[in-house]
């Protein structure tokens, strides 16, 4: 069966710090992979996906970028954080056609300081 | 680009009420739809989706929702709600083979 994981759970950063937040994903080969963030009132904003390694869409013109460097491994990255960047991040896998089902990971609550 | 509007942003009603989440999209082309559901401390799952065919589909818990190509909208119902139902439901609507975006939410608080 496939997991999806995500980490670290929680995350206190300063404004201005780095960031790095990983999603991993088992059982399943070539999923296109999501980067989401979740703000009450603001549902989920979709901020990049892949479809391959080294494959990367940008939805949101931000200070956040993404990138895939294996097959089951998205990553979520920033230079330098912004209070605004504060959220919960959700990374997703999809099962493909005919399927079209997204899988989501349990989510990483960042606070920027 | 696309667009997700979900006018509901909380909606409370009591055990046994009948439900109706609206959901309107933007896009003209084809798209696939799906509405989610996020329960208390728990990850989002898939409540039911449309592709073709049969407009109206039937998901899990009893729900349903209903594509009006016409009105560009795909509205969750529920003839009776339960306690249980309490969560955050969510639509999304899947553009091109990879890309797919969500509404801002609806909060469904049901009283016992």
């Known amino acids: 069966s496939q997991t999806i994981h995500q980490w670290p759970a929680t995350l206190v950063q300063p404004v201005g710090s780095p960031l790095s937040l990983e999603c991993t994903v088992e059982g399943t080969s070539n999923p296109n992979l999501y980067w989401y963030r979740q703000a009450a009132g603001r549902g989920l904003q979709l901020l990049f996906y892949?479809?391959?390694?080294?494959?990367i869409s940008s939805e949101v013109p931000q200070n956040l970028s993404a990138s895939r460097p294996q097959d089951r491994q998205f990553i979520l990255s920033s230079k330098k954080l912004l209070l605004s960047d504060s959220g919960f991040y959700l990374c997703?896998?999809?099962?493909?056609?005919?399927?079209?089902?997204?899988?989501f990971g349990p989510g990483t609550r960042l606070t920027v300081l | 680009a696309q667009s997700v509007s979900q006018h509901n942003h909380h909606v409370i009603l009591s055990e046994a009420a009948s439900l109706e989440l609206g959901c309107n999209y933007s896009y003209g082309g084809t798209v696939n739809l799906f509405w989610y559901v996020q329960y208390p401390g728990q990850h989002l799952q898939l409540l039911l989706k449309y592709f073709s065919g049969d407009p109206l589909v039937k998901g899990i818990k009893g729900f349903e929702a209903e594509f009006i190509k016409s009105k560009f909208s795909f509205n969750l119902r529920k003839p009776s709600v339960q306690w249980s139902d309490t969560a955050e439901y969510f639509c999304?609507?899947?553009?091109?083979?990879?890309?797919?975006?969500f509404g801002s939410g609806t909060r469904l608080s049901i009283r016992p």
């Open positions: 892949s479809v391959g390694i080294g494959q």
């Open positions: 999304a609507v899947q553009e091109g083979a990879s890309k797919i975006i």
């Open positions: 997703a896998w999809m099962r493909g056609t005919p399927y079209n089902e997204q899988f």
